[in-house]
Nanobody
């Protein structure tokens, strides 16, 4: 059974930092690409960061230079380091693991940035 579990969300002041973690089990972790997405109230879910099997990372302009995605295949865990947080980063953050047509989502973790 595949499980994807996020952790590390919380409340932080603008300009602060948080690190999210996503642990996956029931899959061969190293063969999956990974991603972080977020969804704010009343908005569609959007991509925050992607990391390929080889470790290549991509980001949208909205977070580029502030967020860093990484993966530790030995720990079956991926991370999202978020720095210089802004109130507009407030959302539920979701982890997604992907391989071909297969994908699995985590349950989400709330990130709230106060001004």
């Amino acid at each position: 059974q595949v499980q994807v579990v996020e952790s590390g969300g919380g409340l932080v002041q603008a300009g602060g930092s948080l690190r999210l973690s996503c642990a996956a089990s029931g899959v061969t972790f190293s063969t999956y690409a990974m991603g972080w997405y977020r969804q704010a109230p009343g908005k569609e879910r959007e991509l925050v960061a992607l990391i390929s099997i080889s470790g290549t990372a991509t980001y949208p302009d909205s977070v580029k230079g502030r967020f860093t995605i990484s993966r530790d295949n030995a720990k079956n865990t991926q991370y999202l380091q978020m720095n210089s947080l802004k109130p507009e980063d407030t959302a539920v953050y979701y982890c997604k693991i992907m391989r071909g047509g297969l994908f699995y989502w985590g349950q989400g973790t709330q990130v709230t940035v106060s001004s």
